[in-house]
């Protein structure tokens, strides 16, 4: 099909949604929880799974579909979710193949939320989860696996650490113990990154950052790879009947589209994470223009971590984009067209020193977000972070005076200016002029 060989900007601003000669020409945004039917019998065969179409939106709504075909397409999966929410999205993909008394390894470098989803609430339902160091050979690695693992789980960038992850070891070790690479590929975006041609067989986003671009929408979505064999013996809930479908089997009656149809009609048949529709159609404008937002948060977030390397107060830049970073080669190799928006840095004056920083920042906001248009600082380990142990946040890669910036679209000499005022008292030593004049 001519929309397969499509770039992936062309995706971006084309993929999902396709008009029949009359309809809208943009998604429409369907706000509606029911769809109308004439007859019992369609309804009865949408209940069984035997016919597709939309009857309620806590299951699927036309303009949350538009979206998931989008995202599918430029993931490069054959299905997609969209969820309530990015935790919801990581939740949803361990509970579709993982229950309680098995268990799944997880490299340590995780966004917060996720870090405590993993070590605290699965647990309390009965998954185990072990965290493996990312940089750790593959016998560590493969060591932490049971009878019982379920998943391999990673980030493509880690939030904060901003670690790339190494997709040869991880796709190799999944392989290796035959179970599922899962990825969370918010920080990578599929413009940037595709970690289902990379190895990974499951994605998931939190859409609330890069996708929707603005800071308008809470939402994730789960993309599926379809190429993982279910049938192997560990997944008696996608190979074995359902009973709640009158003994369905997911993969004989969904072939590829095995998970993404069963996290769809078991889990938000029964929980009921959605996407709210409104939420689905900001999304989904936002993922429009994601190939030139991502351009320029890189170009933006490659200036601004070369200029801080440059200033006396800054102790260390963390940017995955600059040559010498330990995962430049890396970045280099899975994210070609840029590192993605997000740079840490420290200040050689600490963690209080960083706080103030933060309060004299005047363009970029403190906020508690990544991913929007606009810049935005925060101080990870008193914020995103802080219910976090020190050894925790030291494993997940946050150090005390860690400032976390989201550099946005704006024009970049205007981000410079401000973080050189609010630099200033930080990189004076009392006497000093409060910064230098830069060029870029
Ligand atoms: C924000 C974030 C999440 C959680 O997403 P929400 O939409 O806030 O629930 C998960 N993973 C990563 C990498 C994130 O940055």
Redesign the pocket.
């Known amino acids: 099909m001519e929309e397969n060989n499509w770039k992936n900007g062309t995706k971006c601003v084309q993929s999902g949604y396709r008009p029949k000669a009359g309809e809208a020409r943009i998604l429409p945004l369907y706000q509606s929880t029911t769809f109308f039917y004439d007859d019992a019998n369609h309804v009865a065969e949408l209940f069984d799974l035997k016919a597709a179409g939309h009857f309620y939106s806590r299951l699927s709504n036309p303009t949350c579909e538009g979206l998931e075909q989008k995202i599918a397409a430029l993931e490069g999966g054959v299905g997609a979710l969209a969820v309530s929410?990015?935790?919801?999205?990581?939740m949803y993909s361990i509970l579709n193949i993982c229950r309680s008394g098995q268990h799944i390894v997880a490299a340590s470098t995780?966004?917060g939320?996720?870090y405590t989803l993993l070590a605290g609430t699965l647990k309390q339902m009965g998954i185990e989860v072990s965290f493996v160091d990312p940089e750790a050979g593959d016998d560590e690695i493969l060591a932490a696996f049971r009878p019982e693992t379920r998943a391999l789980y990673g980030?493509t960038i880690g939030?904060p650490g901003l670690n790339v992850l190494d997709f040869d070891k991880f796709s190799r070790i999944a392989r290796q113990a035959d179970v599922p690479l899962i990825i969370?590929n918010?920080?990578g975006t599929p413009y940037l990154c595709r970690p289902l041609e990379l190895g990974a067989d499951i994605v998931l986003h939190?859409?609330?950052?890069y996708l929707d671009g603005h800071a308008t929408s809470?939402?994730?979505i789960i993309v599926d790879g379809g190429k993982y064999n279910w049938d192997n013996g560990k997944y008696p809930e996608l190979s074995q009947p359902d009973a709640s479908y009158h003994g369905m089997c997911y993969t004989e009656a969904f072939g590829p589209a095995a998970y993404i149809t069963k996290a769809r009609v078991h889990l938000l048949r029964d929980m009921g994470n959605c996407m709210s529709p409104f939420n689905a159609f900001l999304t989904n404008l936002g993922a429009e223009t994601l190939h030139l937002r991502m351009r320029r948060h890189c170009d933006n977030a490659l200036a601004l971590a070369e200029w801080l390397e440059r200033q006396e107060a800054v102790a260390w830049v963390n940017y995955p984009g600059l040559p010498g970073h330990p995962s430049y080669e890396r970045a280099q190799r899975y994210l070609p067209q840029g590192a993605s928006g997000v740079i840490t840095f420290g200040l050689k004056r600490g963690a209080e020193a960083g706080k103030r920083f933060i309060n004299r920042v005047k363009l970029a906001a403190l906020v508690v977000?990544?991913?929007d248009a606009r810049s935005c600082v925060l101080h990870p380990a008193s914020t995103t972070h802080r219910q976090l142990s020190e050894e925790e946040q030291i494993a997940s890669g946050v150090r005390p005076e860690m400032v976390r910036v989201s550099v946005g679209i704006e024009d970049v000499e205007d981000i410079i200016a401000d973080f050189a005022q609010a630099l200033g008292e930080a990189n004076s030593t009392g006497k000093k002029p409060l910064f230098r004049p830069l060029t870029l």
């Open positions: 929410s990015g935790q919801s999205a990581c995780l966004y939320g996720t980030e939030n969370d918010t920080f939190s859409s609330t950052k809470l939402g994730g977000h990544v991913g």
